[in-house]
């Protein structure tokens, strides 16, 4: 991290109001969006920006999460910069048009304030909504406080827009931990920002008439969007979108270190954020917010003596297979946890590609899953060290079941 | 919208290039694709076509190839009005921001029955609520044909389809079409019309009054589809034809909610004599056959009824001739 070059404004924001501050200085064409608890206070300040003249968007307030999608979808491929948020009902209302987006390659960014799903009716914050959205073909970036929305939506209009990219991006950040929590942030000028995510750029693409143009609705150069494909085409159009993913993953790491010479902050690479990780036996993995309550009870183990880590995993599409296997491959015990559930599975989704990802290891930690926090279910710091204890006793017994639920009544 | 009167003369029509272009793949007598082919023929410039998943979506999009020689999208089944709001809020922002160099970009949606009456009426009612500047045609062949002749809400009662067979209790579909110009109407749009394409100067007048509004505009073409009809290719705008003589489908238009019928239904409700039984636009159709039988005559007679009653509905809710 270099030093801060340009001065910055300390403003006292909550998730949400970070998040619409942000897509404000990113100069957005459109935004479509959908009113849902707990994502609403981003479009709401959004709104204000508009009925006071402060951007120059067009701002859509669709019918339905369905149709903000699309028009976001519609309003990228027309070449318009775009940004949408959602959340829990909402998010999945949009599933189908998530992978018509990411296939159409179109750079939609969305904030996710992640809430639970349906039923029982919860609005409070779990990660069931966006990981049940992981093979949907977005990007999937998760930022631990305000500040880090604030820095990933800016982040995030370079990685989608990014012609080798080309990719739509979820944003995900802790319904109510974050989304409603006022913090500290640090805010750039709005000309840095707009100069750093720069105009939109498109992909040069054949069209039919055998002229090389930009990849846009265009009536100077008639493209079809959206076509109807064949199982001779179908495949090859999937391994793109993997290939693009794979780039992805360059980028972001790119972006990441471009932005902390800016703003003087980053986030690890931009795919894994390690915390007391280096000579670490027993480490946590987790996604979101919680990692800064268990940087605490980590900075307590050392104290006492346990070499205790702790891994953030930020980007979780596309997956740092080679980022985890390096950060993790001297951990003995790893526990990784996660905000949702796949009932009938082993495990939940982040546990899962993580045991996935060390398996090719020659020596690999042996990996245990914590599924907590649904539905707002708070995790005390007491809760978490509990974590920490088991992984100390398990180095002991080496016995232990893959699948643990912590602070639930049973 | 002004009150220009476009002529569109045969002459001028089969010397403007086709934007609708032949090699599509659509059935031979495809009433759709007649009529979107003369449709494009009426646009007045620069124009963005988006398609509801449908006939005349997969028929001209067939990867690598394309029948539009024009800019077009298709994204899903039910938000073909969400993907023109999308084209046209971007071509509004982009436009005050000086990155389109054209003046202005007409927005077309393009749907069937299904696409607009059942599965796409949400996104159709929220986009023309918002007030987007754009067309939206539905091209109405009463069912889902493109996957295998369903029944939809724009299906009329007693036709037979694959989820409505002619069976020895149900007689077809049971219950009535949906009036989804009356549900537009009641948007307060300042365009609705309806057409077919036998009467094909009348549709393009429509088509260009529709595209000259400045906001949202819809237009409701009536298109037989031979093989979900069940009926001869050769006889597409017989049928066309019929419907408007039969009052099955009366041709009319709405101008901020004043009505007025177009000049072939106009004709009828001047000289009643001239309006044809519904029978004769009936019969032909296979899938009416199972009508034409002692048991089920009264259905017939049903029908007769029920589009007498529509018409003499429409003719009051009509602006004096």
Redesign the interface.
């Given at each position: 991290m270099t030093t801060q070059q340009i001065k910055q404004e300390i403003v006292a924001m909550n998730g949400d109001e970070a998040v619409a501050l942000a897509v404000k200085q990113c100069d957005v064409d459109v935004v479509a969006a959908y009113p849902i608890t707990p994502q609403t206070i981003i479009v709401e300040k959004f709104s204000e920006y508009v009925a006071n003249g402060e951007v120059q968007t067009e701002f859509v307030c669709t019918e339905s999460e369905h149709s903000a999608m699309t028009a976001c979808l519609a309003a990228a491929a027309t070449g318009a910069r775009t940004f949408t948020a959602s959340a829990s009902a909402g998010l999945a209302l949009m599933h189908e048009m998530l992978f018509v987006t990411s296939g159409s390659r179109a750079p939609v960014v969305m904030a996710v304030a992640n809430r639970a799903l349906s039923s029982p009716l919860n609005i409070h914050g779990d990660h069931s909504d966006s990981m049940a959205e992981r093979d949907s073909g977005w990007i999937q970036i998760y930022v631990e406080n305000a500040q880090e929305a604030y820095d990933s939506i800016i982040q995030a209009f370079r990685i989608a827009e990014d012609i080798e990219v080309s990719l739509p991006i979820i944003v995900g950040l802790d319904g109510f931990t974050i989304s409603h929590t006022l913090e500290r942030t640090d805010v750039l000028p709005e000309e840095t920002v707009k100069k750093f995510v720069g105009e939109r750029k498109f992909p040069m693409v054949l069209n039919h008439e055998g002229k090389t143009v930009p990849f846009k609705l265009d009536p100077e150069n008639p493209m079809l969007m959206g076509p109807n494909v064949s199982p001779n085409y179908y495949f090859e159009f999937k391994r793109q979108q993997e290939e693009a993913m794979r780039n992805a993953l360059k980028k972001i790491q790119e972006i990441n270190t471009e932005y902390a010479k800016l703003s003087g902050r980053s986030y690890g690479n931009g795919l894994v954020d390690a915390y007391k990780l280096d000579d670490a036996e027993i480490a946590i993995l987790v996604v979101g917010s919680t990692a800064g309550t268990l940087k605490v009870i980590v900075d307590q183990l050392r104290q006492e003596g346990v070499k205790a880590g702790l891994l953030r995993l930020r980007t979780f599409r596309p997956f740092p297979v080679e980022d985890l296997k390096n950060t993790l491959k001297n951990v003995k015990i790893l526990a990784v946890m996660d905000k949702s559930m796949s009932p009938g599975s082993l495990g939940a989704a982040v546990f899962n590609e993580v045991r996935n990802a060390l398996y090719d290891l020659k020596q690999r930690p042996t990996v245990v899953n914590y599924i907590f926090g649904l539905g707002g279910r708070d995790s005390s710091p007491r809760d978490l060290k509990r974590i920490y204890e088991d992984l100390i006793r398990l180095a002991k017994t080496g016995q232990t079941e893959s699948v643990h639920y912590l602070g639930l009544r049973e | 919208m002004t009150t220009q009167e476009w002529k569109f003369t045969a002459k001028e029509i089969a010397q403007k290039p086709d934007l609708f272009l032949s090699g599509h793949r659509a059935c031979a007598g495809c009433g759709p694709a007649a009529a979107l082919r003369l449709i494009m023929k009426a646009t007045r410039g620069?124009?963005?076509v988006?398609q509801a998943t449908g006939c005349m979506?997969?028929v001209g999009?067939?990867?690598?190839?394309?029948s539009?020689?024009?800019?077009?999208?298709?994204?899903?089944f039910?938000?073909a009005?969400?993907?023109?709001?999308?084209?046209e809020?971007?071509?509004?922002?982009?436009s005050?921001?000086g990155?389109?160099?054209?003046e202005h970009?007409d927005v077309i949606a393009l749907a069937g029955d299904g696409g607009t009456i059942d599965i796409g009426l949400?996104?159709l009612?929220?986009?023309v609520?918002?007030g987007h500047d754009f067309l939206f045609i539905l091209y109405d062949n009463e069912g889902y044909m493109n996957t295998g002749i369903q029944r939809s809400g724009g299906t009329p009662t007693g036709a037979a389809t694959t989820t409505t067979p002619a069976g020895s209790v149900n007689p077809g579909k049971l219950e009535k079409k949906k009036p989804i110009t009356e549900i537009m109407l009641a948007h307060e749009m300042e365009y609705v019309a309806t057409a077919t394409p036998y009467y094909w100067k009348d549709m393009l007048t429509k088509v260009r009054k529709g595209l000259e509004v400045d906001g949202p505009a819809f237009l409701h073409v009536f298109a037989p589809c031979p093989r979900g009809w069940r009926s001869e290719p050769a006889r597409t705008m017989e049928y066309s034809k019929l419907s408007v003589e039969s009052c099955m489908f009366p041709i009319w238009e709405a101008v901020n909610g004043k009505r007025q019928l177009s000049t072939p239904s106009k004709l009828i409700a001047l000289a009643p004599q001239k309006k044809k039984p519904v029978k004769a636009y009936l019969e032909g159709q296979g899938r009416f056959r199972h009508l034409f039988t002692p048991q089920n005559s009264h259905i017939l007679d049903e029908i007769q009824r029920n589009t007498d009653e529509r018409w003499n509905r429409l003719l009051q809710k009509c602006e004096p001739a």
């Open positions: - | 620069p124009t963005i988006t979506e997969i999009s067939i990867y690598p190839y394309t539009w020689a024009l800019p077009w999208l298709h994204t899903a039910e938000n009005a969400a993907n023109a709001s999308g084209i809020a971007a071509l509004k922002i982009l005050k921001k990155k389109i160099k054209q970009i949400q996104a009612s929220g986009a609520e918002r």
